[in-house]
């Protein structure tokens, strides 16, 4: 069994020195909101798609029990990131996807997460 960094890595034929830095991280999976900044190398910030017409924020949603290597259960919004440095990229208004990883030495762990349950409780349906 692998993980995605093992299925990542198998693509790449050049590898980056690896950097030893602060990381500043704020996210809040019930809003899909998220910031990540590592200074001089990376800034990105998520939220949530906001639907059109009444202006509220959608709330659209991954389940992959199965068959998949990352994650079972996503929040989905935008997201915006820029890199400097050996990987110099800049993405606007792009995908995001909020999640929690849950892995072991063997890769991603299959049973219901913390997120998912308590999402779960969150929702309009259990509250009635």
Do not use: K
């Amino acid at each position: 069994m692998s993980n995605f960094f093992s299925v990542f890595a198998s693509t790449c034929s050049e590898f980056c020195e690896t950097l030893f830095l602060p990381i500043s991280l704020e996210a809040n999976l019930e809003l899909r909101t998220a910031r990540v900044d590592i200074p001089g190398i990376m800034s990105s910030s998520g939220r949530p798609i906001i639907n059109e017409f009444n202006g509220e924020p959608f709330h659209i949603a991954l389940a992959r029990p199965s068959g998949s290597f990352e994650f079972t259960y996503a929040e989905i919004g935008r997201g915006t990131t820029s890199v400097t440095g050996a990987m110099e990229m800049a993405f606007e208004d792009s995908w995001a996807h909020f999640c929690v990883h849950h892995f072991n030495q063997d890769g991603l762990i299959r049973e219901r997460s913390r997120l998912t349950a308590w999402l779960e409780r969150m929702s309009p349906r259990s509250r009635e």
